[in-house]
């Protein structure tokens, strides 16, 4: 997957998780996927400072939901995406016949959410990406590539559009059963 996530174009990882049992299964993927660059934050809030002077460094971001605020990962992604940086909420702690369950949005084609999914095993922190990066080079067209072939292409992006795209992920989020 390394070759797959480095044709994408996703070099640098950033994971944005306040458990701390979280974040040390996904520090499982920088031994896994040597090569690529991972950073790691406990709190939203600094990222988001973050993002309008790194947008260019930050290739993918997977992000929990509630952290130091109920909407602290919506607030990553929605300023993430203003920048056109592809950006997903991972959140766990759903309850779905009795078994927790792991949420993804916007939504990834063919990422099956399976009932037991949980982030503080590294293989659902791998399957989160093996997920994005099907969608990513999947045959079936889906709003990641074309994102990423706009971004590749150098195309410009409004801003109302970008933010639309925000609101409209955060959006989706919130709609999920």
């Not at 998780?17 to 299964?25: G, K, L, P, R, S």
């Not at 993430?80 to 084609?109: D, E, M, T």
């Not at 080079?137 to 992006?157: D, H, M, P």
């Amino acid at each position: 997957m390394i070759d797959q996530l480095k044709q994408i174009g996703f070099e640098r990882i950033v994971i944005v998780d306040d458990a701390d049992e979280n974040i040390c299964a996904a520090r499982e993927l920088e031994k896994r996927l040597q090569g690529i660059q991972f950073e790691f934050y406990q709190r939203g809030d600094l990222l988001v400072a973050q993002i309008p002077d790194r947008y260019q460094e930050l290739d993918l971001i997977l992000t929990d939901r509630q952290m130091e605020t109920n909407d602290a990962g919506l607030e990553v992604v929605e300023e993430a995406w203003k920048y056109h940086v592809p950006a997903f909420v991972c959140s766990g702690g759903y309850q779905h016949r009795n078994q927790p369950r792991l949420r993804i949005a916007p939504p990834v084609k063919g990422f099956i959410l399976a009932d037991g999914m949980i982030k503080d095993n590294p293989e659902t922190w791998y399957q989160i990406l093996e997920g994005i990066v099907n969608d990513a080079t999947g045959e079936n067209g889906s709003f990641l590539q074309s994102v990423l072939r706009a971004k590749k292409a150098g195309a410009i992006v409004p801003d109302y559009v970008a933010a639309e795209m925000s609101r409209s992920v955060v959006q989706g989020y919130l709609d999920m059963p």
